[in-house]
């Protein structure tokens, strides 16, 4: 296991300030579509804080932002920001979703493996590319008085680093009236994927925060995967969580009840708060979904069985392991107290579409923000290979 120093890297943060004026500089040029009149940059903003999607000026980010290890590639109205470190580890994060679709981390044998899971499919509309999987972000801000809101469209605040050692790309999103501001960090590192969150609350009043962190980790096939060191969690199976970037294999929609076609940010929460603790071997988790409860009892648990867990007493670094990769991924968290567990399971093609299991740290309980109050949430993708 990796001690806990190993996935804080050392990132340096921006003091706090205004969003408004801390956006304006970037975003007076980052839409294509942006006037330079009295009015232009008032629309502009307004367009950040409402969350609208505009075709992105990638040759305005490859002006402003170049020349830290990161390239830049327009693809529709997305763009890609693709990292790279001279000992060969790459990332890539899309704008402006924030999807970090690719990780590729220099391993022993030489070269570069991919981490993670993604898939590429038409839209409804046969005209728009669906990308799902990969390292994305469900967060959810409801305050006292107003609707919910959740970051979705983000904006590139800054580049630093260089192609050496780290390379940090700092996304912004600000809510309506910008009574909420969240900062995304994704760090490059030779042996380390980080991304870490910072919420502040600009209201006069409390606010009210839940959410995740979903991996799709691909594998072999989930025979060959391990789960090492949660023997002793306790768990609860569940219905799988829904999301835009959820991959779900169609198998798993047999057992869903009506009340779980609702995305995580949603109604899914509501439902997992655990009213008691049963000792192990009082449930077993027979019937994927029936809200079992019950308690690991394997330190190198195999993925082959069909399945979906809440782990609330998880470690707080644990490790995957594919024996048919041949590799593993150590995985660290702050800020988030659970742990999200998803495997389809070996009744699917060895090595395709549904050929990951899904992993993240989740929020069981909501955070309560007083104004001004600020919460801090990461995880870390830690790379023993090298």
Request: net charge negative; proline share 6%; charged share 20%.
């Amino acid at each position: 296991m990796t001690s806990t120093a190993a996935f804080f890297p050392n990132s340096t943060p921006l003091p706090p300030r205004n969003p408004w004026k801390q956006l304006e500089r970037t975003h007076r040029h980052l839409f294509c579509n942006y006037q330079p009149h009295k009015h232009g940059r008032q629309l502009s903003l307004q367009a950040v804080a409402s969350g609208a999607t505009l075709p992105i000026n990638v040759d305005y980010l490859v002006r402003e932002f170049s020349g830290h290890g990161v390239n830049f590639e327009g693809i529709g109205d997305n763009c890609v920001i693709k990292m790279g470190l001279e000992n060969g580890s790459m990332a890539s994060l899309m704008l402006p979703s924030g999807l970090i679709t690719s990780y590729k981390p220099f391993m022993w044998h030489g070269t570069t493996l991919e981490v993670l899971h993604t898939t590429v499919s038409e839209g409804e509309d046969r005209e728009a590319v669906v990308i799902q999987g990969g390292v994305s972000t469900h967060l959810k801000c409801v305050s006292d008085v107003g609707t919910p809101w959740s970051p979705t469209s983000w904006f590139l605040h800054d580049v630093r680093g260089s192609s050496e050692k780290s390379i940090q790309v700092e996304l912004v999103s600000v809510a309506p009236q910008s009574m909420i501001e969240v900062r995304y960090l994704v760090t490059l590192q030779r042996d380390l994927l980080a991304s870490e969150f910072t919420i502040t609350n600009l209201k006069s009043s409390s606010l009210q925060l839940s959410g995740s962190i979903m991996n799709h980790l691909k594998v072999s096939t989930p025979d060959a995967t391990y789960a090492v060191g949660l023997q002793g969690s306790n768990y609860r199976s569940q219905q799988p969580v829904m999301s835009e970037f959820s991959i779900i294999p169609p198998d798993y929609y047999e057992s869903r009840s009506p009340t779980t076609n609702q995305s995580w940010t949603e109604k899914t929460l509501e439902g997992l708060l655990f009213s008691t603790r049963k000792k192990k071997g009082d449930m077993k988790d027979e019937a994927f979904g029936d809200g079992s409860e019950g308690e690991e009892d394997d330190d190198y648990s195999q993925m082959t069985e069909k399945l979906c867990r809440i782990y609330t007493s998880a470690p707080r670094e644990f490790t995957v392991i594919d024996r048919g990769r041949r590799n593993s991924v150590d995985i660290g968290r702050s800020g988030f107290d659970e742990l999200y567990i998803l495997s389809p399971g070996s009744n699917h093609d060895w090595y395709g579409k549904y050929a990951f299991i899904c992993i993240g740290p989740t929020m069981l309980k909501p955070v309560f923000l007083g104004p001004g109050g600020v919460w801090k949430g990461a995880q870390y993708l830690h790379n023993p290979n090298l």
